[in-house]
């Protein structure tokens, strides 16, 4: 499985991104698919995971509100829309694909990490 994420870029805090996870070999088609992120000399944590059919997602606190998951299945592409953005948001950001077609917050339930993407936000 090769997934690439794309769409970080450096945005004001207010504004917004939209991060892509294309998956070319769609093997990720019957499985739940996250975003993480890891800022400088912190772990890498949740942010967003949804379902097989897109049916179920599930976000950290943090981003609640501000972020939305979503998935085009016909193009194998899983989208994270990002509005307003805040410093902390800053990090870099990794989709992966759950061991499971519904799967959790825990980074153990993904496999198939792609590179990530910077997002920074400047204030």
């Known amino acids: 499985v090769q997934l690439q994420a794309s769409g970080g870029g450096v945005v004001q805090a207010g504004g917004s991104l939209r991060l892509s996870c294309a998956d070319s070999?769609?093997?990720?088609?019957?499985?739940?698919v996250g975003w993480f992120r890891q800022a400088p000399g912190k772990e890498r944590e949740f942010v967003s995971t949804?379902?097989?059919?897109?049916?179920?997602?599930h976000y950290a606190d943090s981003v609640k509100g501000r972020f939305t998951i979503s998935r085009d299945r016909a193009k194998n592409t899983v989208y994270l829309q990002m509005n307003s953005l805040k410093f902390e948001d800053t990090a870099v950001y990794y989709c992966a694909v759950g061991l499971r077609s519904v799967s959790g917050p825990q980074a153990d339930g993904y496999r198939h990490w792609g590179q990530g993407t910077q997002v920074t936000v400047s204030s």
């Open positions: 070999r769609r093997t990720s088609s019957n499985n739940a």
């Open positions: 949804i379902s097989w059919n897109g049916g179920i997602t």
